[in-house]
Structures are given as structure tokens and as C-alpha cells.
């Protein structure tokens, strides 16, 4: 079964990792740096147990751009995230044996190294794949 | 010296065998099947059983047993469909010695293939990377890349490649150095992924430009191509720091920089460039030399870059080409005469949102003493890549000026 593991962040987050100080302090070079090579064993150990489908990291809110529609024609428009509203900042897909261990996976990620007051928010959300039509009628 | 290990040894031989398999028999698609499962069988068999005298005459017969197979089902299948097929072999030639490496390169940049599908062939088929590999250093998932090469392999048999080097074999060269260049880049640009891999992507391009040059010996753009990687390759020890941030020229601790690549590549390069004629890649080598012969940055030759790079420019209509041009110019000349040129190429669309763009804006700012708009111009700059290592650069630069110019 495939599991998606979804975490979140608002432009606030990112700014504070690029560097920015945001009323919340920046990241320092070390904070940045040990959060990047947490990530990378986080995600080589589950290539390694062959567990991995998918990983991707997004890009900051601010470089959203929303497409709707007003009047039966499409418009774009520009991210409408106000700074501090949390949005998808990433995702992994993993393929193993049931919820629970999909669950035991994103719990590693509470352990992922940040300033205090960005872990003290932190969270993440699992969902299951549905893999086809007859998953989603049930 | 000492025995290669069977990892190198094997990617060495896949295109020998490859090639030696298609111009004996065609069906280049079916072959490189057939190759990849010869392979296979040499990493599960030889560890335990030991290697044999002659590896590529084993795998050429191993491979060749599996051709006569594969073809022999696809026979069945197409006699079953009721159509006529005589088993279709090209004369048998005895298997020369000849390494048809090159032939095989120049069938993978067949120009009816996207650059992605050129890149993935390659990296297959003269790479001997496994489709797991190529797929892992490119980002995408397994199930895409293989898709991406069958669908590759079945083009190149639709356009009706032969086994020969092209008519058009000047122009395919070009596409092959191209095709060369991208995967060194990939692996040297780039800051995302699992970092190992990427390593692991620039030795490849530098391995294929080396086998380019070793099959090309007095094409000057190829020789231009192997330098401008190693001349580039030498600078990466000192590129990051210690947590993967990026680290620029002119503060790069050069006495990391890896001296044998330089030394290989200057005199790679200066041996080329008075052969003739001068090509783009034979420029960027000769800049980048410059670059890694100088002790420091203060001391690089500037003029001589922007003068090189003005060569490059008639050359190219390339809008990164033109604003390293800048940066020279204001190196060489004063950050006003570089501002002013900027001036002149920042309506270019292809570069009007390009961090870059504002990143040389705000050094020629910064250089002309203009601290407040500088700082704008990092900051304008690091909302506009999505790259946080760049950002976390350019937020930095913004906040230093802040610094140093409060009272």
C-alpha cells in the first residue's frame, strides 16, 4: 500500500530558512545545515529499505500562482498565502506493509533538527493512496 | 597496476559490446536489452566464479545468445500475427577490435530525440548506468525514466538509424558534446538531491568527454569540451562549505582546488586552441583557465576574460554568456562602465526575472559604493530563486551591507 507523508510550512518558515529575520530569528548556517543532511538520511535510508516512491520539496508560497476561473476564462493569480498561513511545503510518497508503519516513518520526522519555536508547531500529515476509482467509491 | 574494479570495468565494455552487438546484428533496441542482461549476469556470476580471460569476448557471446533469443520470441510472435518474416540478420562481420563507441554515442543523439531521451540513452547505453540509476540522479521515478528510454530506443529504430557514423556527423557531434555537457552540469550545478549522485553525474560527463577525445584526438572542440570539465570539476572541493552552502569564486580557499585537473586542463586547452577552429567550448575552457591560474582572485587576469568573452559573444546569442561579460567588464574596467552595459542587456526577456541578473546588479551596486541600493538588489534577487542555499547566500550579502552601513 502507498502512503503520501505531507508536511507543512508558511512563507514566514521559508523566509527564516533562507536567512531572513522575520520578527522570528533566521536560521544559522549550522540550523540549515543540519537540517539538509537530516533530510538526505531520512531519505536515503528509505531508498535504502526500498520503501521510497517519491520525495519532493516545494518551492516558498510567495512563488504560488493560483489558477481559477472568473467567467468561464482562466486567470492567474499570484500565491494568495498570507505570510503566516501554513501550506504544503513538501511531500513523500512511501510504499510499505500498513498505516502503522507508515506512521512510525513520519514520526522520525519529529526529530528533524530546527529552531526550537519552528519544532514546537511542527507537524505532518499521512494519508493513503487511493489507486484507483474503486478505492475512492470504497 | 592494480586490477579495475568490476563496477568500472563493466562500464567500460557496455558500449564495446553494445556496439560490437548492433553492427553485427542491428535491432539496436532488442541489443541493448540483450546487453543490460549480459551485464546482469556478469555482476551475479564472475564475483562468485571469477573473470574470465577475455570479459568482452564473454559478454559479447553471452549478449549475442540472448539477442538470438529475444529476436527468436519477437519471430514467433510476429509468425503468430501472420506476418511473412525471414529473420532479418545483417551479414555476419567477423567481431573486429574496433571500438564502436563513437558510432554508438552518435546513434543516441539521434537528432529525432528530445535532449532529455538523448541524456537517458546515453547514460544507458554508453554510460551503463542501470535505468534505477539514471532515474535516481535525475529525480524521476523508476517507472518514467523506463518509459522515457523505451520510448527513445523505439525512435531511433523508427527513423531507421544504421550502424554508421552519420552523414550529418558534424552536427551530431555537436549534440553529443551538448548532450556531454548536460550531465556534467547536472551533477556540478546542482544543489538539490542526494548530493553523492550528482558527484557521481559529473564523472560521468567527464568520462564521456574523455572517451570523446580518446576516439576524437584532433577535434579542438572536443579536447575544448574535456578541458572546460576539468578546468571546472577542480573547483568543486572548494564550491560548498562545510553545511552545503555555496561558496563564490572570489572566496573559494583555492588551495583546495584540485591541481592535477587544472594542470591537465590548461595544458588540454592550450594545446587546442591554436589548432583551430575556435569553438564555444575551447572559450569557457580558456576563461575557466584563466579563472584557476590566477593566485587569487584579486590577481585574475580580467582583461583577458572580458576579451574572451567578447569572442564568445560572437559566437553565441547567449544571455548568461552576456552577463559574465558584464561581470568582466566591471572587473576589468570600474563597476560604472559594467553598470552601463547592464544597462544594455537587462530588457532581454530571456534573463528580465533571472535572479541572476539582480545578483550582478547588486555586486556592481555594492562595488560602486551604492550600499542602499545594493541591498535592494540582493534582496530582489533572493525572492526570485527558489534555490534556499542561493537565497540563504544573497540574504546574507543584503544583511553584511546593512551591517557595515549603519552608523
Known amino acids: 500500500m502507498k502512503y503520501m507523508i505531507l508536511t507543512y510550512a508558511s512563507q514566514q518558515d521559508y523566509d527564516g530558512m533562507a536567512g531572513k529575520d522575520t520578527g522570528k530569528p533566521a536560521w544559522t548556517g549550522e540550523d540549515f545545515a543540519a537540517m539538509g543532511a537530516f533530510m538526505q538520511k531520512f531519505n536515503d535510508d528509505l531508498a535504502e529499505s526500498g520503501e521510497l516512491v517519491e520525495t519532493r520539496a516545494l518551492a516558498a508560497p510567495v512563488l504560488t500562482r493560483r489558477l481559477g476561473s472568473k467567467d468561464g476564462a482562466a486567470v492567474v493569480t499570484d500565491g494568495p498565502y498570507a505570510e503566516t498561513q501554513e501550506v504544503l511545503a513538501g511531500y513523500w510518497i512511501v510504499e510499505c506493509d500498513s498505516f502503522d508503519r507508515a506512521t512510525e516513518i513520519a514520526a522520525r520526522l519529529a526529530d528533524t533538527p530546527a529552531p526550537e519555536f519552528v519544532r514546537a508547531t511542527a507537524y505532518a500529515d499521512i494519508r493513503p493512496l487511493a489507486e484507483g476509482q474503486e478505492d475512492l467509491v470504497g | ?407
Open chain 2, 1 to 407: 597496476m592494480s586490477e579495475p574494479t568490476l563496477e568500472d570495468l563493466l562500464r567500460e565494455l557496455a558500449p564495446q559490446v553494445l556496439g560490437a552487438l548492433v553492427r553485427r546484428y542491428g535491432h539496436f533496441d532488442t541489443a541493448e536489452d540483450a546487453v543490460q542482461e549480459a551485464l546482469l549476469a556478469a555482476t551475479r556470476q564472475w564475483p562468485s566464479q571469477g573473470r574470465p580471460d577475455d570479459p568482452r569476448a564473454w559478454l559479447i557471446t553471452v549478449a549475442s545468445r540472448r539477442l538470438t533469443d529475444l529476436l527468436r520470441s519477437e519471430q514467433a510472435r510476429q509468425r503468430r500475427e501472420d506476418k511473412v518474416s525471414r529473420w532479418p540478420l545483417v551479414p555476419t562481420e567477423p567481431v573486429g577490435d574496433s571500438d564502436d563507441t563513437l558510432v554508438l554515442l552518435f546513434m543516441c543523439c539521434h537528432p529525432a530525440l528530445s535532449a532529455a531521451s538523448q541524456i537517458a540513452l546515453t547514460l544507458r547505453a554508453v554510460g551503463g548506468l542501470t535505468t534505477a540509476e539514471i532515474s535516481r540522479a535525475f529525480l524521476v521515478p523508476e517507472a518514467t525514466m523506463t518509459r522515457r528510454i523505451s520510448r527513445a530506443k523505439q525512435s531511433v529504430k523508427a527513423a531507421g538509424a544504421r550502424f554508421s557514423l552519420p552523414p550529418d556527423q558534424a552536427e551530431r557531434l555537436e549534440a553529443v558534446l551538448k548532450v556531454s555537457y548536460l550531465i556534467f552540469n547536472e551533477g556540478y550545478a546542482s544543489t538539490t538531491g542526494p548530493s553523492l549522485q550528482r558527484v557521481e553525474l559529473a564523472s560521468e560527463g567527464i568520462r564521456l568527454a574523455r572517451m570523446l577525445h580518446r576516439l576524437l584526438p584532433d577535434d579542438s572542440e572536443v579536447a575544448g569540451l574535456l578541458a572546460l570539465m576539468l578546468l571546472t570539476d577542480a573547483r568543486r572541493p572548494a564550491r560548498t562549505g562545510p553545511g552545503g552552502e555555496l561558496i563564490p569564486m572570489a572566496e573559494q580557499d583555492r588551495g583546495s582546488w584540485i591541481t592535477a585537473e587544472i594542470a591537465e586542463g590548461v595544458e588540454l586547452i592550450t594545446k587546442a586552441l591554436p589548432q583551430g577552429p575556435v569553438g564555444p567550448y575551447q572559450l569557457q575552457a580558456a576563461i575557466a583557465a584563466v579563472h584557476d591560474e590566477a593566485p587569487s582572485a584579486e590577481e585574475t587576469d580580467w582583461p583577458q576574460i572580458k576579451a574572451l568573452y567578447e569572442v564568445l559573444l560572437q559566437l553565441t546569442d547567449n544571455p548568461m554568456v552576456a552577463l559574465n561579460h558584464v561581470v568582466a567588464v566591471a572587473m576589468a574596467c570600474g563597476p560604472a562602465e559594467g553598470l552601463q552595459l547592464l544597462g544594455r542587456i537587462e530588457g532581454d526577456e530571456r534573463i528580465v526575472a533571472d535572479h541572476r541578473l539582480f545578483a550582478v546588479r547588486a555586486h556592481l551596486l555594492e562595488m560602486s559604493g551604492d550600499r542602499i541600493a545594493a541591498r535592494a538588489a540582493y534582496v530582489e534577487a533572493a525572492t526570485r530563486t527558489t534555490s534556499l542555499q542561493q537565497q540563504r547566500y544573497l540574504n546574507a550579502k543584503a544583511a553584511t551591507i546593512a551591517q557595515t552601513s549603519s552608523p
